[in-house]
Each structure stands twice: as structure tokens, then as C-alpha cells.
């Protein structure tokens, strides 16, 4: 495959390109102002013509969305007043822009985006969804789903140093300038890395507030240490080849998302913490049993959350696609075959993706990997770090020494069939969170009454146990039972510590 042009000297216009875009408005809420909504709908399925339309008569900012976003040829003249102060043979020179015989055109990608604090713009290479592009062995993928999904899922509670593994264009670097004081960011490519400073750069952040190295994993960082780590690395489960530096490792199958859980813990700060995504094969009945493999025995605090499943054959048709491949083509069939083959000898019946958050302990391992099908509130940051918390909290404290009360916006829900003259029969009574997660526990009828006994200034755990056996004439509750109970529920947020 080829390499794209250079983009080497990008932050060196980086200035102006704030100037020009701050004066045209081409930010998030820009951009949507000028489309209106169905526009701004149309842009985002990679349907060009009624955002053309609606840039008829946009001004500076149309021909900014119609260069950048939709990557038409625009008028020279057109292109030079829009992007002023910035000259178009500087931005043709860096590798922004291209002449072609009617005109400039657009050779990476720059939009905004708003991570909830404002616009913020990233430099990214074209992804195909407005026009045909080759797709190079060095690009660099723009915001996409899964960097806009670890974005939110990671916490924002400010930090020393942060760790960017696999930046990519920068977009979780740049979204840690909010929170973090020293950022370093680490990729295979200097494509990537220049993008990053560019970005870093347009977003006049401080430079002396982040470090760009070049190289594979955690090789440029040596021996640090970091307050949290984030990190969107090339996880594709395939073949232990690279023909995309942005979606493959060159590692066997699941080999990059094993690497990560099994490295990162060496690199973080005592206390420290990780957000990552990964990806997981399933060959046999459980796949907690896989990623159990992947941590250490002593000193974190493990929380992997799987969010989907994928069977084989709609994994690699999803990434051939998204790689530009055109699944009717010979050449694209045999790549598949080829593929899933080594999927089916290794056993892969599923992959399974989703998030590893961590936090280095000096304490044996606690490890809870589960499922989250369930829709659930967005951003999922603090959830985590609350998480982690409330583990550290468990691991210090005495069940049945301890008050508690029942989260607000909790909800009790009782499922009950019709049985003929008998009527209602309850089947199922559930306790679910109503925010988060929305987790939902399955209790009996000694354990709704258990909860609606507690209170943060009541009796502790244990003395609520006692008290329900007495006034139901039942046999004394096993302080195990109820004390696994109440640490599932606390490690979900619905039962919630006095004072925590």
C-alpha cells in the first residue's frame, strides 16, 4: 500500500486555522446553526447533497463545510478568504489542502468536535464517507464510534499525568487537557503524532503540557508511571499481520487487548487508574474466563464490562468494509475466507468488545467481568470511577457492621402471572437502579424487606437482619447470604454506604 502525503509541518498553520475558524464559526454548534438539523443529520450518515444544499448560501462557513467536511473541489479565491490569515499555498505545502484542474480540495480531514466544554478541532485523514479515497497503511482514523465511546467512558476527575496509548488523531490526548496537567501520547506513526501536535496546537494548548513519542506499546514511556491511562489501541481480531497501522497490532487474534490488561498496571501510579478498550474471543460457554486470564493475581482492581457480541462472519464482513473493501471483489472474498479460516482453526465461535477499567492496588485482585446489554445513561467516566470506589470501600469495611440505604430513583418491580381462580402469582420481584448502568437485581420477598429497613442513621447491616428475622418468625438469615447480597448490590450503586 501507499503513504499519504506528508503532514509533518500541520501545526505550523495551526495558529491561523484557529483564527479563520473562530471568525467563520466552523465549530460544532456553527456547523449545526448553518445546516439545521436534517442537514446536520444528512452530514452525519455520509449524505452529501442536502448538506451541499444547505451550504448554497453559508458564506465562508459553507465553503469551509463543503472543503473539509464534504471534500469538494472549491474556488481557490473561495477557499483563500475563508481560510485567512492562513495563505492556501501554506496550507497545500503542509498537506492540508490539494490543487487539482478546477480548484482546492481538502487532503486530510479537520472538523469540530464538542466533548461538552466547547469546540474542539481534529486533524485526521479522509475516511471515505463523501468521497472514494484509498485507504493508506499508515492513515489516521478520525472520531468514530469507538473513540467517541471511551471518550465518555472515561473519568474526568483531574489527574497529574495521563497516558494516551495509540493516540491516533489525538482525540483522547486533547479531551485529557481538560482534566489532566501532562498529557503523553504514543503512537506507531509520526503521521499520527504530527496530526496530534497539530491538534494540539489549533487548540492552544500549552505545549510544554504534552509529550508526543513514537513507538509500539508502552516502549516510549520506559519506566514511568501515570495517574490514568487511556487507551484505544489497534484491538481487530485476525490475523497476526498488519495491513491497517490504525485497526491491527500484528499480534494473534486477541493478542493486543491481553497485552494491554496484562501491561498496563506496570504503569500505573499506586491509586492510578485505566480506561481501555478491548476486544475478546469466545470459544467456549464463558468469556469472563478469557479475560480473567489477562489479569494479574495481586494488585488491581478489575472492572471489564462487555458490551456486544459479534459472530464471526459479521466481524470480519464489518471490518473489511470499514477498510474500503468491496465484499463482491475476488480479492476481497479471499482476504475474508482467509480470515475467517483462521478464526474457525483457533475455535472462535464470538468477539466479544468492550471496556477494561483498573486501578493499581497493593491488595490481592478484584476482578468482576459481566455484561451490560441494557441501555444505559451516558457517560459511563464516572460510573466507572464510582465503581472502583465502591470496591475499595468493600474491600476496608465490614458488611454487617455498616449502614446503608437504598439509592434514590431505585425502583421495585414485581412480576406476577395470571393463574386462573386464583389470581396473580408473583414470579419475580427485581430492585433496579434508575440512572447508570440501570443494573437490575433479582430479590425475594426477605430481601425487599431487608431494604426497606436500611437507613444511613439506623441499625447496621447485621441488627436489620436480626430484627426482620424476629418480626417474621423466621429462622435467623444466614449473615453470608446477606452479606453477598448487600456487596452486589453495593457494587452496582443501587444499596449505597452511610456517608460514602
Same mark, same amino acid.
Given at each position: 500500500?501507499?503513504?499519504?502525503?506528508?503532514?509533518?509541518?500541520?501545526?505550523?498553520?495551526?495558529?491561523?486555522?484557529?483564527?479563520?475558524? #473562530?471568525?467563520?464559526?466552523?465549530?460544532?454548534?456553527?456547523?449545526?446553526?448553518?445546516?439545521?438539523?436534517?442537514?446536520?443529520?444528512?452530514?452525519?450518515? $455520509?449524505?452529501?447533497?442536502?448538506?451541499?444544499?444547505?451550504?448554497? =448560501? $453559508?458564506?465562508?462557513?459553507?465553503?469551509? *463545510?463543503?472543503?473539509?467536511?464534504?471534500?469538494?473541489?472549491?474556488?481557490?479565491?473561495?477557499?483563500?478568504?475563508?481560510?485567512?490569515?492562513?495563505?492556501?499555498?501554506?496550507?497545500?505545502?503542509?498537506?492540508?489542502?490539494?490543487?487539482? =484542474?478546477?480548484?482546492?480540495?481538502?487532503?486530510?480531514?479537520?472538523?469540530?468536535?464538542?466533548?461538552?466544554?466547547?469546540? /474542539?478541532?481534529?486533524? %485526521?485523514?479522509?475516511?471515505?464517507?463523501?468521497? +472514494?479515497?484509498?485507504?493508506?497503511?499508515?492513515?489516521?482514523?478520525?472520531?468514530?464510534?469507538?473513540?467517541?465511546?471511551?471518550?465518555?467512558?472515561?473519568?474526568?476527575?483531574?489527574?497529574?499525568?495521563?497516558?494516551?496509548?495509540?493516540?491516533?488523531?489525538?482525540?483522547?490526548?486533547?479531551?485529557?487537557?481538560?482534566?489532566?496537567?501532562?498529557?503523553?501520547?504514543?503512537?506507531?506513526?509520526?503521521?499520527?503524532?504530527?496530526?496530534?501536535?497539530?491538534?494540539?496546537?489549533?487548540?492552544? *494548548?500549552?505545549?510544554?503540557?504534552?509529550?508526543?513519542? /513514537?513507538?509500539?506499546?508502552?516502549?516510549?514511556?520506559?519506566?514511568? /508511571?501515570?495517574?490514568?491511562?487511556?487507551?484505544?489501541?489497534?484491538?481487530?481480531?485476525?490475523?497476526?499481520?498488519?495491513?491497517?497501522?490504525?485497526?491491527?497490532? $500484528?499480534?494473534?487474534?486477541?493478542?493486543?487487548?491481553?497485552?494491554?490488561? +496484562?501491561?498496563?498496571?506496570?504503569?500505573?501510579?499506586?491509586?492510578?487508574?485505566? %480506561?481501555?478498550?478491548?476486544? !475478546?474471543?469466545?470459544?467456549?460457554?464463558? &468469556?469472563?474466563?478469557?479475560?480473567?486470564? !489477562?489479569?494479574?493475581?495481586?494488585?488491581?482492581?478489575?472492572?471489564?464490562?462487555?458490551?456486544?457480541?459479534?459472530?464471526?462472519?459479521?466481524?470480519?464482513?464489518?471490518?473489511?468494509? =470499514?477498510?474500503?473493501?468491496?465484499?463482491?471483489?475476488?480479492?476481497?472474498?479471499?482476504?475474508?475466507? +482467509? &480470515?475467517?479460516?483462521?478464526?474457525?482453526?483457533?475455535?472462535? +465461535?464470538? *468477539?466479544?468488545?468492550?471496556?477494561?477499567?483498573?486501578?493499581?492496588?497493593?491488595?490481592?485482585?478484584?476482578?468482576?467481568?459481566?455484561?451490560?446489554?441494557?441501555?444505559? @445513561?451516558?457517560?459511563?467516566?464516572?460510573?466507572?470511577?464510582?465503581?472502583?470506589?465502591?470496591?475499595?470501600?468493600?474491600?476496608?469495611?465490614?458488611?454487617?457492621?455498616?449502614?446503608?440505604?437504598?439509592?434514590?430513583?431505585?425502583?421495585?418491580?414485581?412480576?406476577?402471572? #395470571?393463574? $386462573?381462580?386464583?389470581? !396473580?402469582?408473583?414470579?419475580?420481584?427485581?430492585?433496579?437502579?434508575?440512572?447508570?448502568?440501570? &443494573?437490575?437485581?433479582?430479590?425475594?420477598?426477605?430481601?425487599?424487606?431487608?431494604?426497606?429497613?436500611?437507613?444511613?442513621?439506623?441499625?447496621?447491616?447485621?441488627?436489620?437482619?436480626?430484627?426482620?428475622?424476629?418480626?417474621?418468625?423466621? @429462622?435467623?438469615?444466614?449473615?453470608?447470604?446477606?452479606?453477598?447480597?448487600?456487596?452486589?448490590?453495593? /457494587?452496582?450503586?443501587?444499596?449505597?454506604?452511610?456517608?460514602?
Amino acid at each position: 500500500m501507499s503513504t499519504a502525503r506528508s503532514v509533518e509541518d500541520l501545526a505550523s498553520i495551526a495558529a491561523g486555522l484557529r483564527s479563520a475558524f #473562530l471568525r467563520t464559526d466552523y465549530t460544532a454548534d456553527g456547523i449545526l446553526n448553518l445546516l439545521g438539523t436534517d442537514a446536520h443529520d444528512a452530514l452525519g450518515r $455520509g449524505e452529501p447533497v442536502p448538506v451541499r444544499r444547505a451550504c448554497t =448560501d $453559508g458564506g465562508e462557513l459553507g465553503v469551509l *463545510i463543503r472543503l473539509l467536511l464534504l471534500g469538494d473541489t472549491c474556488p481557490e479565491g473561495d477557499v483563500a478568504a475563508a481560510l485567512k490569515p492562513v495563505p492556501v499555498d501554506d496550507a497545500v505545502r503542509v498537506g492540508m489542502l490539494d490543487h487539482d =484542474d478546477h480548484g482546492v480540495r481538502a487532503a486530510i480531514d479537520v472538523r469540530p468536535v464538542d466533548f461538552g466544554t466547547g469546540s /474542539r478541532w481534529l486533524f %485526521s485523514d479522509l475516511d471515505g464517507s463523501m468521497r +472514494r479515497i484509498a485507504i493508506t497503511d499508515d492513515h489516521v482514523l478520525g472520531v468514530g464510534q469507538a473513540s467517541l465511546s471511551l471518550l465518555r467512558a472515561t473519568a474526568t476527575e483531574p489527574v497529574g499525568t495521563l497516558l494516551d496509548i495509540g493516540t491516533g488523531c489525538g482525540v483522547q490526548a486533547i479531551h485529557a487537557a481538560d482534566f489532566a496537567r501532562h498529557i503523553t501520547a504514543t503512537d506507531i506513526t509520526g503521521r499520527s503524532l504530527a496530526m496530534t501536535r497539530a491538534g494540539v496546537a489549533i487548540n492552544d *494548548i500549552a505545549p510544554e503540557r504534552v509529550t508526543v513519542a /513514537r513507538g509500539a506499546w508502552f516502549g516510549p514511556v520506559g519506566g514511568s /508511571r501515570f495517574d490514568h491511562i487511556v487507551a484505544n489501541p489497534p484491538f481487530v481480531v485476525g490475523l497476526p499481520s498488519v495491513t491497517h497501522t490504525y485497526r491491527d497490532s $500484528g499480534l494473534d487474534l486477541d493478542g493486543a487487548s491481553e497485552l494491554m490488561c +496484562r501491561t498496563a498496571p506496570d504503569f500505573l501510579a499506586e491509586g492510578g487508574t485505566a %480506561s481501555m478498550l478491548a476486544s !475478546w474471543t469466545i470459544r467456549g460457554d464463558d &468469556w469472563r474466563e478469557r479475560v480473567a486470564q !489477562w489479569i494479574p493475581d495481586h494488585g488491581v482492581d478489575a472492572w471489564v464490562v462487555q458490551r456486544d457480541v459479534a459472530d464471526p462472519a459479521l466481524y470480519v464482513g464489518t471490518w473489511l468494509r =470499514d477498510a474500503g473493501h468491496d465484499l463482491r471483489d475476488p480479492a476481497a472474498a479471499e482476504l475474508a475466507d +482467509r &480470515w475467517l479460516s483462521h478464526l474457525d482453526d483457533a475455535g472462535v +465461535r464470538g *468477539i466479544g468488545f468492550g471496556f477494561v477499567f483498573l486501578r493499581r492496588t497493593d491488595e490481592p485482585t478484584d476482578l468482576l467481568a459481566e455484561e451490560m446489554s441494557q441501555a444505559f @445513561d451516558d457517560p459511563l467516566g464516572p460510573e466507572a470511577a464510582e465503581y472502583l470506589r465502591r470496591v475499595a470501600w468493600l474491600r476496608d469495611h465490614d458488611l454487617g457492621e455498616e449502614r446503608f440505604s437504598v439509592r434514590g430513583g431505585a425502583a421495585l418491580e414485581r412480576v406476577a402471572t #395470571l393463574t $386462573g381462580d386464583d389470581g !396473580w402469582e408473583d414470579v419475580v420481584t427485581r430492585i433496579h437502579r434508575g440512572d447508570g448502568p440501570r &443494573w437490575s437485581h433479582e430479590i425475594d420477598a426477605l430481601g425487599r424487606s431487608l431494604l426497606a429497613g436500611l437507613r444511613p442513621d439506623g441499625l447496621c447491616l447485621d441488627e436489620v437482619a436480626e430484627l426482620l428475622a424476629m418480626a417474621t418468625g423466621s @429462622d435467623p438469615l444466614d449473615p453470608g447470604d446477606v452479606h453477598a447480597m448487600i456487596e452486589g448490590l453495593v /457494587r452496582h450503586g443501587i444499596v449505597v454506604p452511610a456517608g460514602m
